[in-house]
């Protein structure tokens, strides 16, 4: 979760309003520092800006005629406010500066823009920034007693994060020689991520644990449903051609339910950056993850009945977190 800034006025800021006749403030010190104007009874508390509808204008900003707050010199602008110079707009408005950030759905488009944790994107100039994110004091001990008790480091980077993170996300050791993949798949999902690719999920579940992106997820749809009973199919499988429809080849595949969106997967050819292919289950769970890894496609699964929506979403998080070059 992003932390927000709050910003509050300076305390010895005062007030200005005109005569009618549009005479200058008096001398009596109503005139905040910078001698700003605050026309309609506005407050100018801080720098001498101009409040043109009675609004608030801080740091010398403007405040527009909805009363809303901003500040472009790298202020907030709340309230769907705009700040142009790198500030944050909390109220899903536009932040165009470098490094910006957008919150509540925004767009902060520009060099070193961030994702939005409502799932807006920010775009760079060459594909996506890796989330910055501060792991929560329990996270980063949950890793160490991870790591006490079982050593993973001969693995390559991307194989032991992707590992590490499922382990995580299910207390569960076994994970650490229950994973398959391999370095280069997971390579190439993570170059596809970074490059924007869509992230598909099977069930909602899978989409409410991968926080860092917007994910596919029509399974809800009613459309879904009038295709599974027209072609008598899985409202799953149904899902996966609906999804791809929308997103075309490219796309990040994670399934951590239903074993006929696996297999859907592999017999509509979505040519896919890379599957996340673990459902649980007695039924077809394990079948369904064999075909996965006998398909040839970029794949990472694991070989028992265990999986569902947690780990699979792990599985998809490890790369999205993860930093600098696997190399």
Same mark, same amino acid.
């Given at each position: 979760?992003?932390?927000?800034?709050?910003?509050?006025? #300076?305390?010895?800021?005062?007030?200005?309003?005109?005569?009618?006749?549009?005479?200058?403030?008096?001398?009596?010190?109503?005139?905040?520092?910078?001698?700003?104007?605050?026309?309609?009874?506005?407050?100018?508390?801080?720098?001498?800006?101009?409040?043109?509808?009675?609004?608030?204008?801080?740091? $010398? %900003?403007?405040?527009?005629?909805?009363?809303?707050?901003?500040?472009?010199?790298?202020?907030?602008?709340?309230?769907?406010?705009?700040?142009?110079? $790198?500030?944050?707009?909390?109220?899903?408005?536009?932040?165009?500066?470098? %490094?910006?950030?957008?919150?509540?759905?925004?767009?902060?488009? %520009?060099?070193? $823009?961030?994702?939005?944790?409502?799932?807006?994107?920010?775009?760079? #100039?060459?594909?996506?920034?890796?989330?910055?994110?501060?792991?929560?004091?329990? *996270?980063?001990?949950?890793? *160490?007693?991870?790591?006490? /008790?079982?050593?993973?480091?001969?693995?390559?980077?991307?194989?032991?994060?992707?590992?590490? /993170?499922?382990?995580?996300?299910? !207390?569960?050791?076994?994970?650490?020689?229950?994973?398959?993949?391999? *370095?280069?798949?997971? &390579?190439?999902?993570?170059?596809?991520?970074? !490059?924007?690719?869509? +992230?598909?999920?099977?069930?909602?579940?899978? &989409?409410?644990?991968?926080?860092?992106?917007?994910?596919?997820?029509?399974? !809800?749809?009613?459309?879904?449903?009038?295709?599974?009973?027209?072609?008598?199919?899985?409202?799953? &499988?149904?899902?996966?051609?609906?999804?791809?429809?929308?997103?075309?080849?490219?796309? +990040?595949?994670?399934? =951590?339910?239903?074993?006929?969106?696996?297999?859907?997967? +592999?017999?509509? =050819?979505?040519?896919?950056?890379?599957? +996340?292919?673990?459902?649980?289950?007695?039924?077809?769970?394990?079948?369904?993850?064999?075909?996965?890894?006998?398909?040839?496609?970029?794949?990472?699964?694991?070989?028992?009945?265990?999986? $569902?929506?947690?780990?699979?979403?792990?599985?998809?998080?490890?790369?999205?977190?993860?930093?600098?070059?696997?190399?």
């Amino acid at each position: 979760m992003t932390d927000q800034a709050t910003l509050e006025p #300076d305390a010895n800021g005062g007030t200005t309003t005109p005569s009618d006749a549009g005479a200058p403030p008096s001398s009596s010190g109503a005139t905040p520092s910078g001698s700003g104007m605050a026309p309609n009874g506005g407050m100018a508390p801080n720098g001498g800006g101009v409040a043109p509808g009675g609004g608030v204008a801080l740091g $010398g %900003g403007v405040a527009p005629s909805d009363g809303g707050t901003a500040s472009p010199s790298g202020g907030v602008a709340s309230g769907g406010g705009v700040a142009p110079g $790198g500030g944050v707009a909390p109220g899903g408005g536009v932040a165009p500066g470098g %490094g910006a950030m957008a919150l509540g759905g925004g767009v902060a488009p %520009g060099n070193g $823009g961030m994702a939005s944790p409502s799932g807006g994107v920010a775009p760079r #100039d060459v594909g996506v920034a890796p989330r910055v994110r501060k792991p929560h004091p329990v *996270e980063l001990e949950s890793f *160490e007693i991870l790591r006490s /008790r079982v050593d993973l480091s001969p693995m390559p980077p991307l194989w032991r994060a992707v590992t590490e /993170r499922v382990i995580h996300a299910s !207390a569960d050791m076994e994970y650490a020689v229950d994973v398959l993949t391999t *370095e280069e798949h997971l &390579a190439a999902g993570l170059a596809a991520l970074r !490059a924007g690719a869509p +992230i598909v999920t099977d069930v909602e579940m899978v &989409a409410a644990g991968i926080s860092a992106r917007d994910t596919v997820c029509p399974v !809800a749809d009613p459309a879904t449903g009038r295709m599974a009973r027209a072609a008598g199919i899985s409202r799953s &499988a149904a899902a996966v051609r609906l999804a791809y429809a929308e997103v075309g080849p490219g796309a +990040i595949w994670v399934v =951590g339910c239903a074993p006929t969106a696996l297999h859907e997967i +592999i017999e509509r =050819g979505v040519r896919p950056a890379l599957v +996340i292919g673990m459902p649980v289950g007695f039924v077809g769970a394990t079948e369904s993850k064999q075909a996965l890894r006998d398909s040839g496609l970029p794949q990472v699964s694991n070989v028992s009945e265990k999986g $569902g929506s947690a780990v699979a979403a792990a599985a998809c998080n490890a790369l999205l977190y993860f930093e600098g070059d696997p190399r």
